[in-house]
Each structure stands twice: as C-alpha cells, then as structure tokens.
C-alpha cells in the first residue's frame, strides 16, 4: 500500500512539470536537464547520508544497474525532446502517454503478476482522457513529414514503460542509486546542451523554476518513483500514471495559464473512472476490511 501511496506523490509531483517548465522561460531543454538533473543528484546525498552511507557507495551499485538507469532517465527524456522538436506537440504528447498502458501490458511478463480485465479496461479508459486532454477535443493529424518526431515519442514511451518494470525486478538494488543515476544524467544532459544548444544565462526566477524541476518532476519524483514500482502494484501505478496530465492541465487551469474547457472536464471523468476500475482489486480489499471492522 506504502508503495501505491508513494506513486500517487510521484505523479502529484510529475503534474507540476509543465507549471514549472514554463516559468523556466526560455531555458534550452538539455541546459533545463543538466541543471535539473544536478539538484536531483545532491537528493540523493542527502538520502545517503541519513542511511549512513558514503558517495563511495554508489560505486558499489553494479556497472550494469548503472546502463539500466542511463537507459531510463536519460533515454527517456532524450527522445522525448527529439519527438517534440520533430512533431507538433500535441500529437507527440499523446504518443509519448502511451507509457502507462505500455506499463501495464508489459507487467503482464514479470513474475507473479496477473494481468485482469479491469487493470486494461482502466487503462483504456484513462488513455482516453489523456487523448481528450492532449488533443483538447480537435482532431489529430498524423502527418508523414513528422515521422521522425513520431517515432521518438514512441521510443519514448516504450523507454520508460520498460525502465519502470525493469526496476520492479530490482528490488535488491536500493533507491540511493537512483542519484548516481541522476547525477550520469546530468552530465551526459550538459554534454548534449553544449554540443547542440546555445546557453541561456538563467534570470532568478528562472532558476528557481529549475530547482523547483529538480527538486520535484525532473528529479526528486524519479526516488519515490523507484520505490513505487518496486514495492507497489505496477498494474495500479501505471493507471493512475495518466492522472498526470490531468492535474498538471488543472493548475494551469488554477493559475489562470489555461481555460477550463468541456474536453477537460471529460478527460477528468474518463481518467478517474479509469483509475477506479483499475483498482477494483484494491477498492474490494478497502471495503472487507471495513465491513470486518
């Protein structure tokens, strides 16, 4: 349950990335991510400290967990810029949300996980709220000419559904890793930034923006998502992923960045009632307890 509960926050904290990514102005996405990327590490010195371990633990993690964590937050993140530089947004957007449903399907190869009707129709459902809310009620139009951009958001997608099961079998491996993997991330971010972008010279609030990104969404969410995945359901957590998007449009919608539109409000019934019907199993188990009580 602790684990389900964490994953909750995880997506919580993953709704306030577009807020901050636009008070972050004109900050290239690469520079964005090396800075990001930078705060999130020093996270998991903290987490290090308080465990009572050293820096010099992390060269204990294995050379191979260290691929797998480049894999996910780096190779995520990479090919979803590709995918929103090379396609229009929306149409990226919506390839890229894929992931809670890919999470889904592939959890049906792990182990002691059972896949039931009510975890996929859950996840159509809230796949459908997020198309709502992606598309915000228009038509979409997959065009040839953006095939590279569309190809990205699907590497995307299937980067971090993967990386997320992946991490649900290592569950020998501990969450203070997760900073070596940031920290990798933050470098191989700047190394990208200096090789493709020009540097923006943040203003105070700016850079507020992205410590508040490292902190939050593009680091801090990325440890208590490792625990989620490892010690929570992953069938749940990949539904109720698609609540991301949805809160994230609803406090923009809150600070007045954005309307609330009727394409919204079906988005918001779709993805809830998705997230319910995934977790019939969890809702059932609530209810005797209760009864008994």
């Known amino acids: 349950m602790r684990g389900n509960i964490l994953g909750l926050a995880t997506i919580f904290l993953w709704s306030t990335l577009a807020l901050f990514t636009v008070l972050s102005g004109n900050i290239p996405p690469f520079e964005l991510l090396s800075i990001s990327f930078f705060i999130a590490s020093f996270i998991g010195l903290v987490m290090l400290k308080k465990q009572k371990k050293s820096f010099k633990d992390l060269f204990k993690i294995p050379l191979k967990i260290y691929f797998i964590g480049i894999y996910g937050l780096f190779g995520y993140h990479f090919f979803y810029f590709v995918a929103i530089k090379n396609a229009p947004a929306v149409e990226a957007n919506l390839l890229n949300y894929l992931w809670p449903l890919l999470i889904v399907v592939f959890s049906a190869f792990l182990p002691n996980e059972r896949l039931r009707w009510f975890h996929i129709l859950g996840t159509l459902l809230a796949l459908c709220g997020a198309f709502l809310l992606v598309s915000k009620g228009s038509s979409l139009d ?102 991301a998007p949805l809160l994230s449009t609803l406090i923009l919608v809150f600070i007045g960045i954005s309307d609330l539109t009727v394409s919204v409000i079906l988005a918001c019934i779709f993805i809830i009632l998705g997230s319910i019907v995934s977790s019939k199993e969890y809702i059932n188990t609530i209810k005797r307890f209760f009864i008994k009580s």
């Not at 997959?142 to 980067?159: D, M, N, P, Q, R």
């Not at 993967?162 to 971010?189: D, Q, R």
């Not at 929570?232 to 109720?240: C, M, P, Q, T, V």
């Open 142 to 243: 997959f065009e040839e000419e953006f095939t590279k951009g569309y190809t990205s958001a699907i590497v995307a997608a299937l980067i971090w559904s993967s990386y997320s099961v992946i991490s649900k079998t290592l569950k020998h491996i501990p969450t203070y890793a997760v900073a070596g993997f940031c920290l990798l991330t933050a470098i191989l971010s700047l190394i990208a930034h200096l090789a493709l972008e020009e540097t923006v010279i943040p203003s105070y609030s700016q850079l507020f923006a992205s410590i508040m990104l490292g902190l939050g969404p593009v680091g801090g969410a990325f440890y208590l998502w490792d625990y989620a995945v490892k010690n929570g359901d992953i069938k749940i957590l990949g539904s109720l992923a698609y609540l």
